[in-house]
């Protein structure tokens, strides 16, 4: 009975969704535009004068995963070439990410990827002065920028400008926007993070946590069983790190007043990243990941959704252990100040409580456009199920 009322539901509001987007369409050019597919036509053409793309590929072939990556560039036809098995590639990626390059074995793993990953690309892509890179699974551990360059103890990065983007789709509207809005701020750092603090937005200690009103996609905070009973340590050495990184650009680029914000102990929170990080070109964040406990099912898993069709064939009860995967944009995300002491959930709550965690899903509603770099400098980034 819950399951055939939960599927009506979701038809219900399935329905609506479709009848908003419908009208969201019809009223806003920028969400049209953002919700139309780009030509292969188009794409080409969005591709800077002297560049090259560069779009890796991990499928499902006879003998495994595998492999490809097509090469494109503003003129003629696109070269598809087929690569080593991606099973391969992970097993070079992890030695290689034991020491980052620093010992024999991994400087030897490095050497390896750059074989079966970049040498055969760089013959097709001639004397381009920008490589565009988009990767795929299995990459997703590896920063290719990191790859071993031409000559010995260099990096792939001293070779070549590169670039890189989530997926090719992208392009057309990375480029068509490229001059961005200007910011009022130009740094931001946060480090040395207080993630016992109780505070306010002004950093001043207190028990009441700042609300706000409640976004679309929002609880009030991370349910228990996704959190779990997580707490984090004292990163003592983080605020080192960004007192060095200020007082470096304020030496070289002698910026104006209040272009740097420097965020630390109890003043590094959610709702002040949430403040400053649209206002600022760069950021640097030195704090904690968050990432949930891997039996915390995510609904779009691969091996998830690739046991759906078989336990939708089994009782009601395994069919609503279907329906309880969770959101991926609520399964990581960044630990800011207070983490461990979160608020009460109230999901009926018409206001948001900070709750020192902010996830994926948060992070992609701010609007970040204007910002050129973020460092996100944690430990083991990069990981986790693609």
């Known amino acids: 009975q819950q399951v055939d009322a939960w599927k009506k539901r979701l038809k219900t509001l399935s329905s609506k969704k479709r009848d908003l987007e419908s009208e969201l369409m019809r009223r806003s050019v920028p969400f049209k535009e953002a919700n139309q597919r780009a030509s292969f036509a188009e794409f080409q053409a969005s591709i800077p004068e002297g560049g090259v793309v560069v779009d890796y590929l991990e499928y499902r072939g006879k003998h495994g995963r595998s492999l490809l990556a097509s090469v494109i560039h503003r003129d003629g036809d696109p070269v598809m070439l087929d690569l080593d098995s991606a099973e ?24 390896e990827l750059r074989e079966q990953l970049w040498e055969p690309v760089l013959a097709k892509i ?16 590896m920063p290719m920028a990191a790859l071993p360059g031409a000559k010995p103890e260099t990096y792939l990065l001293e070779d ?143 091996d998830h959704v690739a046991e759906r069709g078989e336990m939708q064939r089994m009782s009601a009860g395994l069919r609503r252990e279907v329906i309880r995967g969770h959101n991926p944009g609520q399964l990581s995300g960044l630990v800011f100040a207070g983490a461990n002491n979160p608020p009460p959930i109230d999901p009926l709550a018409e206001t948001a409580t900070d709750d020192g965690i902010m996830t994926a899903d948060e992070i992609a509603f701010l609007p970040l456009n204007g910002v050129r770099l973020a460092v996100l400098s944690a430990c083991e980034t990069g990981l986790g199920e693609v």
């Open 126 to 141: 001639g004397n381009a002065e920008l490589i565009i890179v988009s990767t795929d699974g299995v990459l997703g551990r």
């Open 160 to 302: 070549h400008r590169v670039a890189f983007i989530p997926v090719p789709q992208l392009l057309p509207a990375l480029v068509k926007n490229e001059v961005g809005k200007r910011l009022t701020r130009e740094l931001l750092l946060m480090g040395d993070v207080d993630y016992d603090a109780q505070t306010d937005p002004n950093g001043e200690s207190g028990d009441a946590k700042p609300k706000r009103r409640k976004r679309p996609f929002e609880r009030s905070g991370l349910s228990e069983a996704i959190r779990g009973g997580a707490s984090w340590t004292n990163l003592a050495e983080t605020g080192n790190e960004v007192r060095f990184i200020a007082e470096l650009y304020n030496n070289l680029f002698d910026p104006g007043a209040n272009a740097v914000v420097d965020l630390r102990k109890a003043a590094a929170s959610e709702t002040a990243f949430r403040e400053y990080a649209p206002e600022s070109m760069f950021l640097h964040l030195a704090t904690h990941g968050f990432f949930a406990k891997p039996e915390v099912q995510s609904a779009l898993s691969v």
């Open 88 to 111: 391969k590639v992970g097993k070079a990626i992890d030695s290689w990410r034991a020491s980052f390059g620093m010992t024999a074995e991994a400087k030897l793993a490095g050497q």
